[in-house]
Structures are given as C-alpha cells and as structure tokens.
C-alpha cells in the first residue's frame, strides 16, 4: 500500500499562511536567543547534539548509534532524548525494566541494542542534564539526541543531519513544508552531514551539494550513505535472508520508509506494505491485521520485515510473534569518499581536549 496521496502538496500549499505565522515565530525565537534575551546554560563536560531542521526521518537515530558504537569503548558517554510519544513525563533512567511506552521507541531502541551505556529521557534537557548527572556522576560525554532547536541548552558541538534527497536549503516552514527552524539556523553546527545519499554519489555532485548548502570556514561537511544489516528474527535473533525469492510484507511505522523501500525493490522478488504514522503505537488489532495480510500472500517463500524503532513497539506481543517469520532489518550510516575516520577523529578530539567552561547560564543581555 502506499499513502503517498498526489492532493498532499496542494492541501500543504492552501496552509502557506500559517507556514508564514510559523516562520515568524521561529524566527523571533532565535532571534531571543542570539541577542542573549533568552538565555542557554553551559555545561562542564562535552556534549554533542544531533539534531536537523526539517521534521521527519534524516538519519538521526542511526548516527547516535554510530558515535556510540565509536565511543563507548574509549569514554563512559550517555545519551538523553526527549522520549517523543512515551506514556511518562518528566525525567527518566531506562533500566532493566523499562519498555518503549516508559521511554520511547527510539531511547528504547538504543537501550535494547548498548545495555552497558546510560539512556535517559527528559523534555526539558536544562533539567534532565544535572539529574542524569547526579544518577550517572561518571559520564565523560552526552550526546543530545534531536536537540538542535532546543538551544536552552548550548552544546560543545552541534552536528547537523540533511536528507539528501530533501536538502534544507530547497525546503520550507511547517505546515507547508518540512522544516521546523530556520534554514540560516544551520550556521549554528559545527559539523554538518548530507545522509541518505546514493552509494553513486559522484564528487562533482558533491561539489555542488557542498555550494549549495554554503558552509562558513569552521564548518565540516560530510556525505553518508544508508547501509542495511543481515535481517533477524524479532524475538530468536537468527539470522534471515532477502533476495530475489523471497516475498516480503514491509510493516513500517516511521517518517521516511523511501529508502527501505527503494532497497526491497532491488533486493526482494516482491513486497507489499502496512505503513502507520511514525511512532506508531501498535495495537493487538494491529497485529492481527499485519497476519491476516501476511497470510494473503501466495507464496511460502515469505517474511514480515519491520525497522529496529518499529520493533520495540512490537516486543510487547513477543509470545505471538514467536511463530511468525518476523523480521527486522538494521541499519547503519556509512560515510562516503572515505572519511569515517575523520569524522571519528573529530569528534574524539573534541571529548579529549575539551575545555570545561563550567555550569552557567549565558547572561542576558541588559
């Protein structure tokens, strides 16, 4: 199935006044927080935001699981996100009993997969940063997960995400458009990163992308690539396979599933898709309806296939699902023209020399 409905862009285009009323506000915001009328807090330790301008999937979940695989081994680091659509409020530690619904799917997601680092949610980071502090008084580092709007907190560096397919500098205010800050807001990074690029990207394509986005001298640019794992079983962990025999039922509940998308097409014999809305909270009714679609399938060389955001909203049906050939695919950011490790380096460099400017809130401007 596919929702891609042809009306959206007119509906979108008949909302343009208020993309513009949104577009003042942001604007104003940021405008406050330059001129130091609403103030950022410091902190004494490295922290490393990930965020974008635009709403929807640009690869930001994948990217936290990348500097944690990176870091982990070298740094006692801790990752704080907001916890989008969990049932809790406030402050929160994930532990052994935590679920999706106690932090969200995405915290959740990285709980499940780095059990040794420290996740916790909070909406307010200003507040959550001592709190996790006080629980975690070990952490050398924090990486803020979607946190580049959220400026009451400054960060020691800010990377920025962009689709490729969908750059900020052609893109446009909510509800109109996808973007939710400013498109100057990203003179605000330090790093920025071009994600979901073809493998093919050439490097006069990457000159003109890097023109186009116009980065100012202490800015880095870099291209990734989406990069899918070996398939395993949703509750067993074994392996499984698609090709060019295999028929598959895609079951998604995020922004973007284009790219997954795109991979099947050239992967699989075939597939079919269920697609909800993003952090889609799954029902048992939603269950039962992902099966019967499963068994309308005419083939016996078939699978479920559902992303690792999307499977932490499903374990809680793990007896049921044992039965069932679901699966879940992984991915990964592979960063293009070779320059992982410099994108690695920096951010090392950044923790180890970091310079400790202490607890702070900027002053206001009188």
Request: aromatic share 10%.
């Amino acid at each position: 199935m596919n929702f891609n409905i042809p009306l959206l862009k007119p509906v979108r285009m008949l909302l343009f006044p208020l993309s513009l009323l949104y577009a003042l506000v942001v604007r104003l915001r940021n405008w406050c927080f330059d001129k130091h009328i609403f103030s950022s807090a410091h902190f004494n330790l490295p922290i490393i935001c990930i965020g974008n301008l635009a709403a929807g999937g640009t690869g930001k979940s994948p990217m936290v699981e990348f500097l944690i695989r990176n870091l982990q081994d070298h740094f006692e680091i801790a990752v704080l996100s907001r916890g989008y659509k969990r049932k809790t409020r406030g402050y929160a530690l994930a532990d052994a009993g935590t679920t999706a619904l106690d932090i969200g799917d995405e915290p959740m997601q990285f709980h499940s997969k780095f059990p040794g680092v420290t996740i916790a949610v909070g909406e307010e980071r200003i507040v959550a940063i001592p709190q996790l502090l006080h629980d975690r008084p070990n952490t050398r580092a924090i990486i803020l997960d979607d946190a580049f709007q959220h400026r009451t907190v400054k960060a020691g560096m800010n990377v920025l995400l962009t689709d490729c397919n969908n750059l900020f500098t052609r893109d446009w205010y909510l509800p109109t458009g996808d973007l939710r800050d400013a498109p100057g807001s990203y003179r605000r990074a330090d790093l920025i990163i071009v994600t979901k690029c073809q493998e093919t990207l050439s490097e006069d394509d990457r000159k003109a992308i890097v023109a186009e986005i116009g980065p100012l001298p202490h800015q880095q640019v870099f291209f990734s690539a989406i990069q899918y794992g070996t398939p395993y079983h949703i509750t067993k962990r074994e392996a499984g396979e698609v090709n060019d025999k295999v028929e598959v039922l895609l079951v998604t509940g995020i922004a973007n599933p284009e790219p997954l998308k795109r991979w099947l097409d050239e992967k699989s014999r075939t597939y079919y898709e269920l697609s909800y809305s993003d952090h889609h909270i799954f029902s048992i009714d939603d269950l039962n309806t992902i099966i019967r679609r499963f068994n309308s399938i005419q083939t016996r060389n078939k699978i479920i296939l559902t992303t690792e955001k999307d499977a932490v909203r499903l374990i809680k049906f793990e007896q049921e699902l044992k039965s069932w050939p679901f699966y879940v695919i992984p991915i990964e950011p592979r960063f293009l023209f070779s320059e992982q490790g410099r994108f690695t380096d920096l951010i090392v460099k950044f923790i180890t020399n970091f310079n400790a400017p202490g607890i702070r809130p900027e002053e206001k401007n009188a």
